[in-house]
């Protein structure tokens, strides 16, 4: 049976951070984490004072097992956004509250910057005047990007009086660090969270099932697709274009439009499921993405929480569409450009987010022309979204590739070393592979109302037949699980 010291002890380790064993959807110790959190709800969902405690409890230990130490730094920007929010909802006074606006603000992207830019900025500022800066080590705490955003998101919004600021602090903690979207969202605003703090607990048994769905696909798209198609897929072709026919180049970037879609979407699908257990409802942040007829149609359904987050506190403050066109196309451009490197400190990401805001304001200058908008109205939607997801799919190649030889040597591997004949080889070996990407762009370009009849008719099917495809997806993932379990790729930023 084994030494109970020994048992102790392993206890013990699991219950500290460990930087090899984050605290992941796809751990089962993320599970009885949950558990134990549930087992606690139960005693208390009745006294929502006494809940938001919790809740904010298990959400800084939940922060501690994905971070460590770097918890301190969440706890340090609550504190101090909401004596900020705090005196901004008192202050009558336009210029001082302009000053705290001003102060939240640099509290918010100083540690953003700090953590995220500050090796980016070292290189830029070498490149340019020859000087040697160091910066030393500096690790990005997990999920800064998310918390970061949404704390701005309410100081913003209590100084423009769109919300009420919160008077209890460990309200205002739990709405910042509540632990299912806390590390890679969806981006939570406070108008839409806060008023859910001091309402009764509300679970029906739709609820729940429809909690298990969402779960279940998401681990599913995880696990299933993302991870299997990183691993086998992905991951080698980019890592080493050059030791790949340019047939393989090709099937690795349609693969990674998959791989992050189902790896971003199935961590939301996830998190939303877990908050509706516990009683709270997240906003959807994907609507088939996939299926968009134009690049701003794709920004209105990729990453939903973000791109609208980038319009109302970035966009429109910088004139948006009601200073003319021209205003129009730089903060398009500057939104862009910012929402890319947004996404990490490298000009990877600044070249993703100026292709997509060129593209953007192309689309803008072409709507101009006269007729050109009756012209598309006539070209069948399939095409447009084909022709819309190539561009997309371009955006992803200069998104994945960190360098740009990487990307020159795909393109050139795709458009000179074809090598189509390794379809036959694909067919026969890697037929597995080739099954997942079918079946992938199947499931992507399924129909919102198509989905939500699989989802009614999940919820309201027999125990039996509920708990039998419960049942078979988790032996689905077993089976195809990797040897070792692939980080969000969102976690990173």
Same mark, same amino acid.
């Given at each position: 049976m084994g030494n109970p010291g020994q048992w102790f002890n392993q206890i013990a380790e699991s219950l500290v951070y460990n930087p090899d064993q984050p605290?992941?959807? @796809? /751990?089962f110790f993320f599970w009885v984490f949950l558990a134990f959190v549930l087992a606690g709800y139960s005693l208390i969902f009745r006294r929502p004072p006494l809940r938001n405690a919790y809740f904010l409890l298990v959400s800084l230990y939940f922060y501690y097992k994905s971070a460590g130490l770097f918890f301190l730094v969440m706890v340090v920007s609550v504190v101090i956004n909401y004596l900020i929010g705090i005196s901004? $909802? &008192?202050s009558t006074n336009q210029k001082k509250k302009k000053l705290l606006l001003l102060m939240s603000v640099a509290t918010c992207l100083g540690v953003l910057i700090y953590f995220k830019y500050t090796h980016f900025f070292a290189l830029f500022i070498s490149s340019i005047t020859g000087a040697s800066l160091d910066p030393g080590n500096i690790v990005l705490p997990v999920g800064v990007s998310f918390? @970061?955003?949404q704390i701005l998101s309410y100081t913003i919004d209590v100084y423009r009086g769109d %919300?009420?600021?919160? /008077?209890?602090?460990l309200d205002f903690g739990f709405y910042v660090s509540f632990f299912p979207q806390l590390v890679a969202g969806p981006i939570v605003r406070a108008a839409a969270f806060i008023p859910q703090l001091y309402q009764e607990f509300r679970l029906t048994k739709r609820e729940v099932w429809h909690a298990a769905f969402l779960i279940l696909t998401g681990l599913v798209k995880k696990m299933v697709f993302s991870d299997t198609l990183a691993v086998a897929l992905v991951d080698p072709v980019f890592d080493n274009p050059g030791g790949f026919p340019g047939f393989e180049n090709a099937l690795a970037v349609y693969g990674y439009a998959l791989q992050i879609y189902f790896d971003f979407s199935g961590y939301t699908d996830i998190?939303? $499921?877990v908050a509706l257990l516990l009683g709270f409802k997240l906003p959807v942040n994907f609507n088939s993405p996939y299926k968009a007829e134009s690049i701003r149609d794709f920004w209105k359904r990729w990453h939903i929480s973000l791109s609208t987050w980038l319009r109302d506190y970035l966009y429109k403050p910088l004139g948006g569409n009601r200073r003319g066109e021209w205003i129009a196309i730089f903060a398009v451009l500057v939104t862009m450009i910012l929402g890319g490197l947004w996404h990490g400190a490298g000009w990877n990401f600044v070249w993703w987010g100026a292709y997509h805001g060129v593209l953007i304001v192309f689309s803008r200058l072409l709507n101009l022309i006269p007729g050109f908008k009756k012209l598309v109205q006539h070209i069948p $939607?399939?095409? &447009?979204?084909?022709? @819309?997801?190539?561009l997309v799919l371009i955006g992803w190649l200069l998104?994945?590739?960190h360098e740009p030889d990487g990307v020159r040597l795909m393109v050139s591997q795709i458009f000179t070393a074809f090598q189509g004949s390794v379809f036959n080889q694909w067919l026969g070996e890697y037929y597995l592979i080739l099954a997942l990407l079918l079946g992938g762009f199947i499931l992507s370009g399924l129909s919102y109302s198509f989905k939500e009849r699989i989802r009614g008719w999940f919820i309201l099917s027999p125990y039996w037949l509920k708990l039998s495809v419960i049942l078979i997806c988790l032996l689905?993932? /077993?089976?195809?699980? %990797?040897t070792d379990l692939q980080p969000f790729i969102y976690f990173q930023f």
């Open positions: 605290l992941f959807f @796809t /751990r901004i $909802g &008192k918390f @970061t955003f %919300v009420e600021a919160v /008077r209890n602090p998190a939303i $499921g $939607g399939p095409i &447009k979204m084909a022709f @819309t997801f190539h998104f994945r590739n689905l993932i /077993r089976q195809v699980q %990797v």
